[in-house]
């Protein structure tokens, strides 16, 4: 059976999971057993029962009271367990514990942006210790968005101008998806993330350092990259179709007007600039609604950006 | 079956043979300002029916984009628009309507024995107010879309573009087509029940229509208001959803689901209506637990309204809140599960005969079940915060609109198609298509419970490629079960070939519109209809205890 439960649910990887999945079960066994015996019943009577000349005379059977309380009680009595046990483990995994770690995560169409207590930021990507608490404390810049793990079992609303929280104690280490799960547009299907979950003294390695790939990486395979996982990819095709926002694909050397009239060739300063300040230059056809990423890109990701678009043809 | 009714003539109201409410008077402009109850049913069912098809095409659609992992025939603002129109038309253009309005104008007064619904000019009215609602959703679609989803949530709703404004307008309009309908069954059960039909002589399809009326006309001005605010907000920047304006977009969550919570049950009821007449008659054996059934539609109704938060566990309300609607929400699905086994105590030791009606009833209650056990899981907090907004919802709301109200629909429709068209379809091909139905809802739906419990998120253009086996088969399913659904159609549509022969009673009913000829008379009745024995009485006359002696009038 371990590996049909495997098949349904993603391996189980906080703290939380297995009493949400026992409790999956213990629902799914009582489905069960109602499905088919309902099923059964209806196979049966529709068999043993059927019409066997248009002047059959049945029973007049109006009611019976037994019979109905208790198909009414018996199923009360087993829904008032679910509830309490669903409750239970909500209660749970509403209150983090006191010693969590606490990481700010901001929501923007489409990237998940996260700040460490240290002020360090990351997009789309963060790292947690293995087996400690870690609350992540909420907020959405424009609309409602929603943030998964499904193999953490979480999911809570991201919402503009209010804070909503959530914690977890990943006891698997690796990478774990992370999806968008309120509708926020164009790009909500590609607005993932991914939570790397390293044993303790990777963890504090990577808080000092960064990742090491960062700093040894070709140029352009670092803007590959960063143009994968910093949410560039959801707005900016390579192939020469635009998007929300126009491709990359042969654009360096290009002259590009602007919508407020002025023109400029694309150059490393203004990849940089489109990167910092989107909003100062907009190509024509395209809407302002570019986020910044100052200092959420390191320098070297920047340069490698600017390198990879340089290749782009 | 003489022995049912009065057969006094009313000597004003003789009609040639021949003439019936099809072609007695005849012409278009007589359609378009008829105050039939009849006439006013079968416009609202080719309406609905052809919302249906649009709605299905989109359905089709969705799922051979989502064949492949990325693009695969339309682009993400095209994927956004057809699955938002996709719900929208199946929910306010198809299903609301559909069993009310639709087949409930039609069969509710003939059950009663009236000759009309009680207000029948408001009736033609909501039909009128109905294709005006209608027109300006497609108007939306011309002038620009929306990619909002059918639920409209705000602040998305209010800041993307589009024509959401003429689309919230649209709803607001169609909310009055549906509140009339409601107002009208109302005063008709209360005041047009024939001479000798108590509360308990009434057929339990009435009694679920009586519910759902009471929700309609409850439940539908709270949409009406927000779509309105919403409408407001968008056009005169008045802040109440959007938190950039001072507003609060939770809210608009309560508000949405304090009407389309009830809605839910505005579309589900009246299925339970359906499958309440099919089973019995089927059975050819008296329902089991009358009243059980009659009052869980009314506890449904009620309760139904204080459920609504169950739809945001994981919104931000308070744990309190999450922890009051988890524990109604399990009230509710009482009332539903008792149904199910009356169903079942009913067809025990019944006459079975699994005609294409039953068939479908058989189905419902299959299909049903499974929506409803599913709900279990999502009434569960805990649960529910890994299944909300996967597509384990999407499974769960299909098996009880599509699987529950929709295929209830098609039971009624296969069920009342003599009635109303005076035509007998092939029983055959009605086997086939229901069983090409059945199957294909299965393989596509059910398939999408295991791809919720694994994570896959709902409203997704592009997805993980470890989903695709998953949605590749659910793909396929929705070929066969687009391939039934059109069997069905051409089979149907191929009655109006051959002459009409469908007698009064095909299968054997109990209830009032069997006693009257196929299609009916303009007047319904060429007596006055009083009844003598109840709804599901299928005892032989001779042993029926105190059978009153009918009497003129």
């Known amino acids: 059976m371990n590996w049909f439960a495997k098949w349904v649910m993603p391996a189980q990887s906080s703290t ?26 209806i196979t049966i009577f529709a068999i043993r029962y059927r019409r066997r000349s248009a002047s059959d005379v049945t029973p007049h059977i109006t009611h019976n009271q037994k019979l109905e309380i208790v198909w009414s009680v018996v199923p009360l009595l087993i829904l008032i367990v679910i509830f309490f046990w669903g409750f239970n483990g909500y209660m749970r995994a509403s209150i983090a514990p006191a010693n969590a770690i606490e990481i700010q995560v901001r929501a923007k169409k489409w990237v998940w942006e996260f700040e460490y207590p240290d002020g360090m930021r990351t997009l789309n990507e963060f790292h947690v210790p293995l087996n400690r608490p870690v609350r992540l404390v909420m907020n959405s810049e424009d609309v409602i968005h929603s943030f998964f793990v499904p193999s953490f079992r979480i999911k809570m609303d991201v919402l503009p101008r209010r804070y909503t929280e959530l914690w977890f104690e990943a006891t698997q280490p690796g990478v774990h998806q992370v999806f968008c799960t309120e509708y926020c547009g164009k790009g909500h299907s590609d607005m993932l993330a991914r939570i790397h979950v390293d044993d303790d003294a990777a ?48 654009i360096f050397g290009q002259t590009r007007n602007f919508i407020d009239g002025t023109s400029a060739r694309v150059d490393e300063n203004y990849i940089r600039q489109s990167i910092m300040e989107p909003n100062a230059k907009v190509v024509k056809g395209y809407e302002q609604i570019m986020p910044t990423f100052q200092g959420l890109l390191r320098d070297r990701q920047v340069l490698g950006v600017i390198e990879y678009i340089k290749q782009l043809k | ?102 087949l409930g104008n039609f069969v509710l007064p003939l059950m009663l024995g009236a000759k009309d619904v009680a207000f029948p000019r408001l009736n033609l009215c909501s039909l009128y107010i109905y294709w005006v609602g ?52 109302i005063a008709t059960i209360h005041k047009l029940r024939a001479p000798g039909m108590g509360w308990f ?129 399990f009230l509710v699905a009482i009332p539903s599960a008792v149904k199910v086994f009356n169903w079942l105590a009913t067809m025990y030791r019944g006459s079975i005969s699994l005609k294409t009606p039953m068939l479908y009833a058989i189905s419902f209650i299959l299909l049903f079940s499974i929506g409803g056990l599913t709900g279990i899981y999502l009434g569960a907090i805990s649960v529910d915060v890994h299944l909300h907004d996967t597509y384990f919802i999407v499974a769960h709301f299909h098996y009880v609109m599509m699987g529950g109200a929709v295929i209830a629909f098609l039971g009624g429709l296969h069920y009342w198609w003599p009635k109303m068209f005076g035509r007998m379809y092939n029983e055959k091909l009605g086997a086939i298509g229901c069983a090409l139905v059945f199957i294909g809802f299965n393989v596509t ?52 070939r051959k002459p009409m022969d469908a007698p009064r009673n095909p299968w054997g009913g109990r209830t009032l519109e069997w006693e009257t000829e196929s299609p009916p008379i303009v007047h319904n009745f060429d007596f006055d209809p009083i009844l003598t024995h109840g709804p599901y009485d299928f005892r032989p006359a001779r042993t029926r205890p105190n059978e009153p002696v009918a009497h003129r009038s």
Request: hydrophobic letters at 50%; aromatic letters at 16%.
């Open chain 2, 201 to 329: 002589q009434l057929p339990l399809f009435v009694w679920s229509m009586y519910a759902t009326a009471v929700i309609q006309v409850m439940a539908t001005p709270v949409l009406g208001i927000t779509v309105l605010l919403l409408f407001m907000e968008r056009v005169l920047k008045i802040g109440i959803f959007d938190p950039a304006l001072g507003g609060d977009p939770v809210l608009f969550q309560h508000f949405f689901w304090f009407y389309s919570h009830p809605a839910v049950y505005i579309m589900i009821v009246p299925g339970f209506a359906i499958i309440s007449e099919i089973i019995p008659v089927f059975s050819k054996k008296t329902i089991f637990g009358y009243k059980a059934i009659a009052f869980s539609s009314v506890a449904i109704a009620v309760v139904g309204f204080l459920v609504w938060g169950h739809h945001m566990f994981v919104s931000g309300q308070s744990e309190l809140a999450g922890a009051i609607f988890s524990f109604l929400t």
């Open chain 2, 445 to 496: 739906f059910f398939t999408q419970f295991l791809l919720g419990t694994r994570g896959m998120p709902r409203r997704y253009y592009n997805y993980l490629d470890q989903f695709q086996p998953l949605h590749a088969f659910s793909t396929f399913g929705s070929w066969i079960l687009g391939a039934g659904l059109f069997l069905t159609a051409a089979y149907l549509l191929a009655t109006f």
């Open chain 2, 134 to 185: 209608t027109l300006m959703a497609i108007g939306s679609i011309l002038l620009g879309g929306i990619d909002t989803g059918w639920t409209f949530y705000t602040p998305y709703s209010t800041s993307t573009g589009g024509a959401v404004s003429l689309m919230t307008l649209s709803v607001f309009i169609l909310g009055f087509s549906s509140i009339f309908t409601g107002v009208n069954f």
């Open chain 1, 16 to 41: 939380l999971a297995p009493d949400i999945d026992n409790l999956f079960w213990f629902i799914t066994a009582v489905s069960a057993f109602f499905f088919v015996l309902i099923a059964s019943l």
């Open chain 1, 203 to 250: 963890y504090q390695k990577w808080l000092v350092e960064g990742d090491e790939s960062m700093k040894t990486m070709p140029l352009p395979e670092l803007g590959k990259i960063t143009y994968e996982n910093a949410g560039c990819a959801t707005c900016h095709s390579l192939d020469g179709s635009s998007g929300q926002g126009p491709s990359w694909n042969g």
């Open chain 2, 1 to 102: 079956m003489a022995n049912v009714l009065t057969a006094a003539p009313r000597p004003v109201q003789h009609h040639a043979p021949g003439e019936n409410y099809l072609n007695t008077p005849k012409g278009i402009r007589s359609w378009l300002t008829t105050v039939d109850h009849k006439r006013i049913g079968i416009m609202y069912l080719w309406s609905v029916l052809a919302a249906f098809f649009l709605g299905g095409v989109l359905a089709l659609l969705i799922r051979i984009e989502l064949l492949t992992p990325k693009q695969t025939i339309m682009s993400a603002e095209a994927y956004n628009q057809v699955f938002t129109l996709h719900g929208a038309i199946m929910v306010f253009l198809f299903i609301i309507p559909s069993t009310p309005a639709a």
